[in-house]
């Protein structure tokens, strides 16, 4: 009785420890989480740890460099949000969000980005996920793009980003077969040269 007692609580989300279930890390695992706002979670079924549900990276200031790196992604992640605020450049080229394995993917994207405001599209890309169409050194871009894996190493990722100084939004969307685990995403620009220069970026993942 007291065995059906603790999972019944297990699966009821409550906060204290409880007993497990075979198939859930063996007979008599006692396990709670530690933090408000954790889940209990396993990566490959053997060991379970107190897991913030959704991980909050750490902000970077896009005030120089030519790309912003976030690496270390752990290998259970499914879901990227990488997000916007007040990013500029001192140039024109289209931002984009390129993924990697090991290292970062250049090439076999397949992205569309279209604005909001003139009707301007850029057709097929292939380089990363660009998600703004004409910009200039006076728009600060505002927003987030969603990156889901699919299956296997293939993500697709959408969103909409603002960019105020010019009044446009665009909305991009896209997919790409990594050759392996994803571990990490980079912002930059197509050209890879022009110079961040104001805003803030950061990324959840889950």
């Known amino acids: 009785m007291t065995i059906s007692r603790n999972i019944s609580v297990m699966a009821q989300g409550a906060s204290s420890s409880g007993i497990l279930a075979g198939g859930y890390g063996g007979l008599g695992a006692s396990v709670s989480p530690t933090t408000a706002g954790n889940v209990l979670f396993t990566a490959d079924g053997s060991v379970w740890s107190s897991t913030q549900k959704i991980v909050r990276g750490t902000s970077v200031a896009t005030t120089s460099g030519t790309s912003v790196d976030f690496t270390s992604i752990p290998s259970w992640v499914k879901r990227i949000t990488m997000m916007f605020q007040g990013v500029s450049?001192?140039?024109?080229?289209?931002?984009?969000?390129?993924?990697?394995?090991?290292?970062?993917?250049?090439?076999?994207?397949?992205?569309v980005t279209s604005a909001g405001?003139?009707?301007?599209?850029?057709?097929?890309?292939?380089?990363g996920h660009v998600f703004s169409v004409t910009p200039a050194a006076a728009a600060l871009s505002h927003g987030h793009i969603v990156?889901?894996?699919?299956?296997?190493?293939?993500?697709?990722?959408?969103?909409?980003?603002?960019?105020?100084?010019v009044l446009q939004?665009?909305?991009?969307?896209?997919?790409?077969?990594?050759?392996?685990?994803l571990d990490?995403?980079?912002?930059?620009?197509?050209?890879?040269?022009?110079?961040?220069?104001a805003g803030n970026v950061n990324i959840l993942y889950e």
């Open 117 to 127: 405001t003139s009707g301007v599209t850029t057709g097929s890309v292939t380089s």
């Open 184 to 197: 990490r995403v980079r912002l930059t620009t197509v050209n890879g040269t022009d110079t961040f220069d």
């Open 89 to 111: 450049t001192n140039g024109t080229s289209s931002y984009q969000i390129q993924l990697g394995a090991g290292s970062v993917t250049t090439s076999g994207y397949a992205c």
């Open 169 to 181: 939004f665009t909305i991009s969307a896209s997919s790409i077969a990594l050759g392996g685990t």
């Open 147 to 165: 990156f889901t894996l699919l299956t296997g190493n293939t993500w697709v990722g959408s969103g909409v980003v603002n960019a105020t100084g």
